[in-house]
């Protein structure tokens, strides 16, 4: 198996992964959106059940300092519990691919637990990310701020298509709340067949996506590359397409030719000594 790199999760986007919504980077230098060198990041979005609770943790909003106009919101994991949270985002991956979901340091330094789980191949929907707070103080997590994600997802392609061609698992795992007090709420957000069914369903999450503005900005700023590299007219393209593949293949006989062996077949001969007489 490999990981897959920005670049490759950005030419698999609409082919082998669906992933809405991308969220732009923003203009810090420091900072990334959804895509980074080596993972997707997914944020959490409003739907967090409390396990000690046994019900939905409060939304509290402020000010925003990055964009003045809009609010911030969040939430706050009681100590020593288990919070499920939901994620703003919905992926899907083709048979020919597996994810590992990891923790942020930044969030485990302040007391959450490690996380380790995976997605499987065909999954299509939000993930849900069990946050164990295990210090003696409440825990912020922040909805939808993508400086401040809850899990990265390092995809990974199997070295073969995977035997499963469709999602088996339960969308969004609702089948963890199910029989709990207080999770109708949450329960009718994801089970809505208008709105928000493009969560838990591939074809209207691919519509979906690639509708975005942000989906097309990466589309074409990858495209973009591409011909910038190859040229801009059309002959030019396909002249540097020719080197390229004349390259290759006189790299690949230059190398077979390295491994033949050149020594013809020789037929061992016996040769018998006959010992001179010693008298």
């Known amino acids: 198996m490999s990981v897959l790199s920005d670049r490759d999760i950005i030419r698999e986007l609409g082919k082998g992964i669906y992933f809405h919504p991308l969220k732009p980077s923003p203009k810090s230098k420091h900072l990334k959106g959804s ?59 083709s048979n020919q691919f597996r994810g ?106 691919k519509a979906i996506m690639e509708k975005s503005e942000e989906y097309e900005k990466l589309k074409k700023g990858f495209k973009d590359k591409l011909i910038a590299f190859l040229g801009s007219s059309e002959d030019t393209r396909w002249n540097r397409i020719n080197m390229i593949v004349i390259a290759l293949l006189t790299a690949l006989i230059y190398y077979n030719s390295l491994h033949e062996d050149k020594t013809p077949n020789q037929t061992p001969t016996n040769t018998t000594v006959t010992p001179s007489s010693t008298k």
Not at 106 to 116: E, F, M, R, T, V
């Open 35 to 93: 895509i980074r060198a080596t993972d997707l990041c997914f944020t959490a979005s409003e739907n967090a059940y409390s396990i000690g609770l046994q019900q939905p943790l409060p939304i509290e909003t402020e000010s925003n300092p990055d964009q003045p106009n809009e609010e911030q919101k969040f939430f706050y994991i009681p100590p020593r519990d288990t919070a499920l949270v939901w994620t703003d985002e919905s992926v899907w991956l």
């Open 100 to 205: 590992s979901l990891y923790s942020v340091v930044k969030q485990a330094s302040d007391g959450l637990g490690h996380i380790g789980t995976r997605v499987n191949p065909c999954w299509a929907a939000v993930l849900c990310i069990p946050l164990h707070n295990l210090s003696d103080k409440p825990l912020r997590i922040d909805v939808r701020n993508v400086n401040k994600p809850i899990v990265y997802l390092a995809i990974e392609k199997l070295s073969s298509r995977s035997s499963i061609d469709q999602n088996s698992d339960n969308p969004g795992r609702m089948d963890l709340i199910d029989g709990k007090p207080n999770n109708q709420a949450i329960l009718e957000f994801y089970n809505s067949k208008n709105e928000n069914s493009w969560m838990k369903d591939k074809e209207k999450l």
